[in-house]
């Protein structure tokens, strides 16, 4: 029986971990089937962690000296998808997608978020052939070639000055007239003289053939004018959808209490309505969506986990 | 020690054409690319006189890179007597890319 089963291994889990495993817990195991470091090892800067102010570094470079630290005090890390936890009396069941199953006493939740899909024709179709919603992965793909972002949130601008570096020039599309980004990165963006800010604008179409996208079809909302954008890359930053799944059970309902966006509701240590079960990170009520509070999350649950456990012997 | 194949130009259609390969295709500056690496070369042990496992640096191999329209990376494609039969793009577990090559040694 473990302490503390973590599911996903983001700043919030792995700080989790961290904190569980150097505040005494000896039986952690952190459960992710992909890469550590969550979505910020897919960013090409980070620039508001405090501590860590070098612009030449990338999400992932940051992620990296993370995982040395994380497990330095007995974490375990196996790499296995969750299928879904359930709780067995007083303590939880972890099923594995392959459907063996392990047990714990108490689990923190830290699944995290996904890039939204935009919903426009062709995005599924050309997604990871032409639309991308990773610039540090896919951006040299467009050395010296235009692309499209969409999006008007800090990631999406972020990026746009990303790829405005290796690209011959940045369109971004907005379906708003104004931009929800930080001042100095909306800034920064509009001093770029290869970045053209297009808004009230939305993606009417994405085209291609065998060998990938070919271009966008862009619409002005206000006028339904379409403009044709060939030859290029569309990188998309709308937003984020949170990954809850784990916290179905097998009917498909909630184990504990969700908002109407489908994330957790938790009280200020992180504890959910279902005891023994804490949530960090992304996936929680009114969440930042940002490392360093993801990471407090982190820290919180497993202070919390340390409690609750003395307090159940 | 197993390791992996380079992939060239010169040596790319010679060796997908017979049997199961595994294509990793990559470049340096791709995050999640230097995450998955490992996970490459402890393929390239775990299937040692079953599967070929191979890299293509996307940054030298324009030509490979284009002739099979890569245009995310990391993107993992498997051939079985030549023939592209399966893919993922994106960074994904060992398990999930052992699984994909199990299936075509079945």
Request: hydrophobic letters at 40%; glycine letters at 10%; a negative charge.
């Amino acid at each position: 029986m473990l302490d503390c089963a973590i599911i996903g291994g983001g700043p919030a889990g792995l700080t989790a971990g961290l904190y569980a495993t150097r505040g005494g817990l000896q039986k952690v195991t952190l459960f992710d089937a992909g890469v550590l470091g969550g979505q910020i090892t897919k960013s090409s800067e980070i620039e508001n962690y405090p501590g860590f102010f070098d612009n030449t570094k990338t999400g992932l470079d940051f992620m990296e000296s993370w995982q040395k630290q994380c497990f330095a005090f007995g974490l375990k890390h196996e790499y296995k998808k969750v299928a879904r936890v359930e709780k067995v009396e007083e303590h939880f069941k972890v099923i594995f997608d392959n459907g063996e199953a392990i047990e714990a006493m108490t689990v923190i939740v830290a699944t995290g978020s996904t890039p939204r899909r935009a919903g426009f024709k062709g995005e599924d179709e050309f997604f990871g052939k032409g639309v991308s919603t990773c610039a540090t992965c896919d951006g040299f793909f467009y050395k010296d070639k235009p692309v499209t972002v969409l999006g008007g949130g800090d990631t999406a601008l972020e990026e746009a000055f990303f790829l405005s570096n290796i690209c011959s020039d940045v369109y971004v599309v907005h379906r708003r007239d104004e931009f929800k980004a930080a001042p100095p990165t909306l800034d920064r963006a509009m001093r770029k003289e290869n970045i053209h800010l297009i808004t009230n604008s939305v993606i009417d179409e994405a085209y291609g053939g065998m060998m990938g996208l070919d271009g966008v079809k862009i619409k002005n909302t206000q006028t339904d004018e379409i403009t044709d954008m060939a030859n290029t890359g569309l990188f998309v930053f709308v937003g984020l959808n949170v990954n809850n799944g784990v916290l179905k059970d097998e009917n498909g309902d909630f184990i504990c209490e969700m908002n109407e966006q489908g994330q957790v509701v938790v009280d200020l240590k992180m504890n959910t309505s279902l005891k023994g079960l804490f949530v960090a990170g992304d996936l929680r009520i009114d969440a930042p969506k940002q490392v360093v509070s993801a990471a407090g999350d982190g820290s919180i649950a497993a202070l919390q986990v340390i409690s609750y456990l003395q307090e159940m012997q | 020690m197993a390791k992996y194949i380079d992939l060239t130009q010169d040596n790319f259609d010679a060796t997908i054409a017979e049997g199961v390969t595994m294509v990793d295709f990559w470049a340096p500056w791709c995050g999640p690319c230097r995450m998955i690496a490992p996970v490459v070369e402890e393929l390239a042990e775990d299937f040692d006189g079953k599967a070929k496992i191979c890299k293509v640096n996307t940054d030298e191999q324009q030509e490979i890179s284009v002739k099979y329209g890569i245009r995310s990376i990391p993107a993992i494609l498997f051939f079985k007597d030549g023939e592209l039969v399966d893919q993922v793009v994106g960074a994904a577990s060992k398990d999930a890319f052992a699984d994909k090559i199990n299936a075509q040694l079945a």
